[in-house]
């Protein structure tokens, strides 16, 4: 009897959501505003300087949000440029506290919507922040023979450099605890001997959307030399470094690794009608799980609009309308946390993870 009340709500409430996923889906979900936000170093608090701070730090959330360091060589984006106030919501001076001596910085917010709606004019694809997987960095290091795995406890120079790169480009990353358990299934030589399988086990207990793995040398000759892989990343899944500076090889790193995943991840608005997509989600039983995934559903920018059209006893029908394609979406869902595909293996249908 409960579950027939259960189903009675969840199918009112689905003529409700009907009537308002007839509107465009939200470009901005909850959560993306740090996207558009970025810190640069200032010498002064003069007016006449502040045009060219704020185009600095509107250059590092447009390679942010695009995933693409060469976004700024198009001449539609140094239109944008030419007029950064344009774009900003707020902006601050505070001093950072943890430099030596300590350093005047300006802090600029952005108006996501607009500059997501800009980009997605000119036919410039856009990486949100729903689209961007979790990553677990498995970071061994050999420091003229000193050999350490990266923990997340650390605070060393390899840590907080990596840290700092992956927040520049939007990238959320964490580190393995390293405690008995991971040093029971890892071991230096397993991360630099590339044998991934080992690390991919240890990896399930963290439950990442995604494993980063790095090996990262210094010579007796004073550089740097990194190699990267993403296990089953593909072709682009495998890349190399060096320098002379290790924050400048560890950001070079990420860079690469944010193209990567802007490639297969990041939406370019299309420019006509899409059509009609049909997603089915089973495994929906109350009215807590419907709203989890409308709530996921409507925060995906690879989704224009999304209307509700079926309830079922245990799954839910949307009519979608997307900016790209349903592999793009179908990327998309993977890396995420919430659905995944039904075991039937069919296009579009999915399930509620538990």
Same mark, same amino acid.
Request: one cysteine or more.
């Given at each position: 009897?409960?579950?027939?009340?259960?189903?009675?709500?969840?199918?009112r409430?689905?003529?409700?959501?009907?009537?308002?996923?007839?509107?465009p889906?939200?470009?901005?979900?909850?959560?993306?505003? #740090?996207l558009?936000?970025?810190?640069?170093?200032?010498?002064?608090?003069?007016?006449?300087?502040?045009?060219?701070?704020?185009?600095?730090?509107?250059e590092?959330?447009?390679?942010?949000?695009?995933?693409?360091?060469?976004?700024?060589?198009?001449? #539609?984006?140094?239109a944008?440029?030419?007029?950064?106030?344009?774009?900003?919501?707020?902006?601050r001076?505070?001093?950072?506290?943890?430099?030596?001596?300590?350093?005047?910085?300006?802090?600029?917010?952005?108006d996501?919507?607009?500059?997501?709606?800009?980009?997605?004019?000119?036919?410039?694809?856009?990486w949100?922040?729903?689209?961007?997987?979790?990553?677990?960095?498995?970071?061994?290091?050999?420091?003229?023979?000193?050999?350490?795995?990266?923990?997340?406890?650390?605070?060393?120079?390899?840590h907080?450099?990596?840290?700092?790169?992956?927040?520049q480009?939007?990238?959320?990353?964490?580190?393995?605890?390293?405690?008995l358990?991971?040093?029971?299934?890892?071991?230096?030589?397993?991360?630099?001997?590339?044998?991934?399988?080992?690390?991919?086990?240890?990896?399930?207990?963290?439950?990442?959307?995604?494993?980063?793995?790095?090996?990262?040398?210094?010579?007796? #000759?004073?550089?740097?030399?990194?190699?990267?892989?993403?296990?089953?990343g593909g072709?682009?899944?495998?890349?190399?470094?060096?320098?002379?500076?290790?924050g400048?090889?560890?950001?070079?790193?990420?860079?690469?690794?944010?193209?990567?995943?802007?490639?297969?991840?990041?939406? %370019?608005?299309?420019?006509?009608?899409?059509?009609?997509?049909?997603?089915?989600?089973?495994?929906?039983?109350?009215?807590?799980?419907?709203?989890?995934?409308?709530?996921?559903? #409507?925060?995906? %920018?690879?989704?224009?609009?999304l209307?509700?059209?079926?309830?079922?006893?245990?799954?839910?029908?949307y009519?979608?309308?997307?900016?790209?394609?349903?592999?793009?979406?179908?990327?998309?869902?993977?890396?995420?946390?919430?659905?995944?595909?039904?075991?039937?293996?069919?296009?579009?249908?999915?399930?509620?993870?538990?």
């Amino acid at each position: 009897m409960g579950m027939d009340c259960n189903f009675r709500g969840l199918a009112r409430l689905a003529v409700v959501a009907a009537f308002l996923c007839l509107a465009p889906v939200a470009g901005i979900a909850e959560g993306v505003e #740090s996207l558009f936000e970025a810190d640069v170093p200032v010498t002064g608090q003069q007016p006449e300087l502040r045009t060219g701070y704020m185009r600095t730090a509107m250059e590092e959330v447009l390679v942010r949000v695009t995933g693409q360091r060469d976004v700024l060589d198009r001449a #539609s984006i140094r239109a944008m440029l030419a007029d950064p106030e344009r774009y900003v919501q707020q902006y601050r001076y505070f001093t950072q506290p943890d430099a030596t001596p300590p350093r005047l910085m300006l802090r600029v917010r952005f108006d996501g919507g607009a500059i997501q709606q800009a980009l997605q004019q000119q036919g410039v694809a856009y990486w949100g922040n729903t689209e961007r997987p979790d990553i677990l960095v498995w970071l061994a290091v050999n420091d003229e023979g000193t050999r350490y795995i990266v923990s997340a406890q650390d605070d060393n120079a390899a840590h907080r450099a990596m840290e700092q790169a992956a927040d520049q480009r939007g990238i959320p990353i964490l580190f393995p605890l390293m405690d008995l358990e991971d040093q029971g299934k890892v071991r230096f030589a397993d991360i630099w001997g590339g044998f991934f399988d080992e690390i991919q086990t240890a990896s399930e207990r963290y439950n990442p959307q995604a494993v980063l793995i790095g090996r990262l040398n210094h010579s007796a #000759s004073g550089g740097w030399v990194a190699r990267w892989d993403i296990p089953n990343g593909g072709e682009a899944g495998s890349w190399t470094g060096n320098g002379e500076q290790l924050g400048a090889v560890l950001q070079a790193g990420i860079d690469t690794l944010s193209g990567h995943l802007a490639s297969r991840l990041a939406v %370019t608005a299309p420019g006509a009608d899409t059509g009609v997509t049909n997603v089915t989600v089973e495994g929906v039983n109350t009215l807590t799980a419907f709203a989890r995934v409308d709530d996921y559903l #409507s925060s995906l %920018t690879t989704i224009r609009r999304l209307q509700l059209e079926r309830v079922d006893a245990s799954s839910l029908q949307y009519a979608l309308q997307l900016n790209g394609t349903l592999d793009g979406l179908t990327q998309t869902i993977a890396i995420g946390t919430v659905l995944e595909p039904s075991p039937g293996g069919a296009p579009g249908a999915y399930r509620l993870r538990q």
